[in-house]
């Protein structure tokens, strides 16, 4: 059966989804991309607890027959499952409510006030859909056309270790 990526992608999530849910995970994100020569599908799971390779491990045996036999990707691939990282890709609605409260940096198409980067702490979306942080100088809004990326941003200099 051939499926474009965004066919792909939904015929993975839907039988990744209830699967990382009964083994006590939330889906994050599917990806399926071409690097070099190989293509990969990437499974990246979440939960309260975080994740550790076990976890990885444990969704890798436990959908692996079950993409075998629903069979929605023609072409050789990788697959890969993993945590979204400590500094992850905000990019849908789910992704921001999920880490409202977090730091973040806003990447802009065209500079504002002289940058395409503005850090600060993720308040969520307006009733507009737009992008909002908290800054030292004030609340900022940024419309969602106009962003580039949004992702978390952990500062490293200030953990403790």
């Known amino acids: 059966m051939k499926k474009s990526n965004g066919g792909i992608v939904g015929a993975v999530r839907q039988i990744a989804e209830p699967l990382a849910e009964e083994l006590g ?3 994050w994100d599917v990806e399926y991309v ?3 020569a190989d293509m990969y599908l990437r499974i990246t799971i979440d939960s309260e607890e975080g994740i550790t390779i076990d ?3 444990r969704m890798h045996r436990a959908i692996d027959p079950l993409l075998d036999e629903a069979d929605p990707i023609d072409d050789a691939y990788h697959l890969e499952i993993s945590s979204p990282g400590i500094e992850r890709d905000l990019k849908n609605d789910f992704h921001i409510n999920a880490c409202e409260g977090w730091n973040v940096e806003v990447r802009l198409y065209a500079p504002v006030d002289g940058s395409k980067s503005h850090m600060g702490e993720l308040v969520g979306l307006d ?4 992008i909002v942080i908290e800054q030292p100088e004030g609340r900022r809004t940024f419309p969602r056309a106009s962003v580039a990326s949004l992702k978390t941003h ?3 200099d200030d953990s403790e270790v």
Do not use: P, Q
Not at 127 to 130: A, F, H, K, L, Y
């Open 154 to 156: 952990y500062d490293f």
């Open 55 to 57: 976890d990885c491990e």
């Open 25 to 27: 995970y939330f889906l």
């Open 34 to 36: 071409k690097e070099g």
């Open 127 to 130: 009733d507009d859909g737009n």
